[in-house]
């Protein structure tokens, strides 16, 4: 039938809802390691990684039960729900990658000034205290603090954050790519016959 027909559309629609499956396991599994072992205190991060993580689970199982069961619905809400979540993601990646220096400092120093707990984790890390500058008469979790020779954050930070843009807009890329080749798996396979059903009923 080759790569064109009914049984190859199937699987290969259903190989690629596998992937999302184990990535979307792999993201909450990341996310409840880092909250059980102290590795990140933000509650607000581990649970926006954790609601990621969920939505993509339950849009890959159902792509994946409407993939075996040939299911019309499922598949037509599946391909609705993957094409927004292909143009969110692929908006957000280039986004990642566009960014400036001057941007990334400001969203930088926006992030810091709203999260009490993020700057705990990020002083603890990279032993650092304060965003610009230090206060050694405010608190501070880092080692340094107790000797006074600490340096600011923001140096450090920014040195970090620009590998995790590229990082992450690149692996965003990659997967909004997939997920566009997941729109067009289900259209083709949700128009296609299945040869084992009855010749006059195609839906």
């Known amino acids: 039938m080759g790569c064109a027909g009914f049984t190859c559309s199937k699987h290969s629609l259903g190989a690629l ?10 993201m909450i599994g990341i996310a409840a390691w880092g909250k059980w072992f102290g590795l990140v205190s933000s509650f607000q991060v581990v649970g926006g990684v954790i609601g990621v993580g969920v939505f993509l689970f339950f849009v890959a199982l159902a792509g994946l039960v409407g993939a075996m069961k040939h299911h019309q619905v499922l598949l037509f809400f599946y391909m609705i729900v993957l094409f927004m979540v292909f143009i969110v993601q692929f908006s957000v990646s280039s986004a990642c990658l566009a960014i400036n220096k001057e941007q990334q400092e400001h969203l930088l120093e926006v992030g810091w000034n709203n999260s ?3 700057q705990r984790d990020v002083e603890k890390s990279f032993n650092c205290c304060g ?15 107790p000797n006074n020779s600490c ?20 692996l965003g890329l990659f997967f909004s790519f997939t997920e566009m080749l997941g729109v067009w798996f289900t259209y083709r396979y949700r128009n296609q016959k299945d040869p084992r059903a009855n010749p006059s009923a195609f839906l």
């Not at 809802?17 to 792999?26: A, D, G, K, Q, R």
């Not at 965003?131 to 603090?145: G, H, I, K, L, P």
């Not at 340096?151 to 690149?170: K, N, T």
């Open 131 to 145: 965003f610009r500058q230090v206060e050694y008469n405010s608190t501070c979790d880092a080692a340094c603090y």
């Open 17 to 26: 809802n596998i992937l999302y499956v184990l990535v979307s396991l792999l």
């Open 116 to 118: 009490q707990s993020t």
């Open 151 to 170: 340096s600011p954050c923001a140096e450090q930070i920014q040195a970090h954050a620009g590998q995790v843009l590229r990082y992450v807009g690149g």
